[in-house]
């Protein structure tokens, strides 16, 4: 019973890892780049997506291994490896937090550095048990069947892992997912304290503004204006995105509350995104702008290498600036589109994907 009972629970874990990390393999590659950076080893980053298919599948097909009961004595050793691996590097990034997030469920759980260290010492103990048990393992079905499930079963999650990349995740874990609204109803406030120091005997009181004596002048007096302080822990934030022009001016609540549709692309690195899109772009821009359709460029890029672009894009496209890791948040193309409409994500779309206005139109433009 024990023996059985490992065996599923450890192959449960992985097909769900397994696939919550292949409907986004792009974000799987970045926490791969994020370690990748840490150890100093930059010259396996443009090795980050194909590392990222290859785990997702490798998890994905364990898991499926474990619960069809095929082939365990020989993979048990590949489970054995893989777990003391995911252990030991993830006590190291709990002792010394090189990355902030181990990304061993994508984006669908999150757990800290010291959760997954724990987690993993608890999967420990059922991998244990099914290795050293490997050998008593029977299965119903012929080792040609299973050769050719273990054999289809790999192929299909590339291709499934693939598909994911070549265009948008099957599933959205993240914030920026199609139907959430971007701009909280209650926002809370800000609090601003002050603190005053008293002339006489050097004492210092610190106020919640407005709540202090303001309007009694024998107290003012008394008490001088020292310093204040902003506490926002309790303000709700529907996102991290900041947009800022050329100069610095922070533009997000024009274009993110806007009551109209809006229209952005997302292109986090501008020099490295599809330039056969560049087109395509202007073109939606002119259309967009036909109909009052605001339509935006929003980019990680410095303002100096997109002036040196300005030529393939539309001369009234505007263009603002934020930081890269929210834009691959946003979406997962580069660049990608996204549709929204008095704050809410209506669709999002893959470079690969590109529609023309008039299919947006038609499908999402209302009123």
């Not at 550095?113 to 012929?142: P, Q």
């Not at 610095?248 to 692309?265: R, W």
Request: glycine share 6%.
């Amino acid at each position: 019973m024990l023996r059985n009972l490992s065996r599923l629970i450890l192959g449960l874990v992985f097909v769900f890892s397994g696939f919550v990390k292949g409907v986004d393999p792009m974000g799987t590659a970045y926490r791969i780049e994020d370690y990748l950076i840490a150890y100093g080893m930059d010259w396996g980053l443009p090795f980050g997506l194909y590392a990222s298919i290859a785990l997702c599948t490798l998890e994905f097909l364990l898991g499926t291994i474990l619960i069809l009961n095929i082939r365990i004595r020989e993979f048990s050793w590949i489970l054995f490896i893989l777990m003391i691996f995911f252990t030991l590097i993830t006590f190291y990034v709990a002792l010394y937090e090189p990355v902030p997030d181990c990304g061993c469920f994508g984006d669908a759980i999150k757990l800290s550095n010291w959760g997954t260290f724990l987690k993993n010492l608890f999967l420990m103990a059922f991998t244990v048990v099914v290795f050293l048990e490997r050998k008593n393992f029977r299965s119903a079905i012929g080792p040609m069947a299973q050769n050719a499930f273990i054999l289809l079963f790999a192929v299909g999650f590339t291709g499934f892992s693939m598909q994911n990349y070549f265009h948008l995740p099957a599933i959205d874990f993240r914030d920026w997912k199609v139907g959430n609204d971007m701009v909280p109803d209650d926002r809370g406030e800000a609090k601003i304290y002050l603190t005053f120091r008293n002339l006489e005997n050097g004492e210092t009181r610190e106020y919640l503004s407005p709540d202090y004596p303001w309007n009694d002048s024998l107290w003012m007096a008394k008490w001088e204006f020292v310093d204040q302080r902003t506490d926002d822990s309790e303000v709700v934030r529907g996102h991290e995105l900041v947009l800022e022009t050329a100069d610095g001016e922070d533009v997000t609540a024009n274009y993110i509350e806007n009551p109209d549709y809006q229209l952005l692309v997302v292109a986090y690195d501008l020099k490295g995104s599809s330039r056969k899109t560049f087109p395509h772009i202007s073109r939606l821009y002119e259309d967009a702008d036909h109909v009052g359709v605001s339509l935006i460029l929003v980019t990680s890029t410095l303002p100096s290498d997109v002036d040196a672009m300005r030529d393939q894009f539309h001369p009234h496209l505007e263009i603002f600036y934020a930081d890269d890791i929210v834009l691959k948040t946003m979406i997962r193309s580069n660049p990608g589109i996204i549709l929204m409409k008095d704050g809410v994500v209506l669709a999002k779309w893959h470079y690969n994907d590109f529609p023309v206005f008039v299919d947006i139109r038609n499908r999402y433009l209302k009123d």
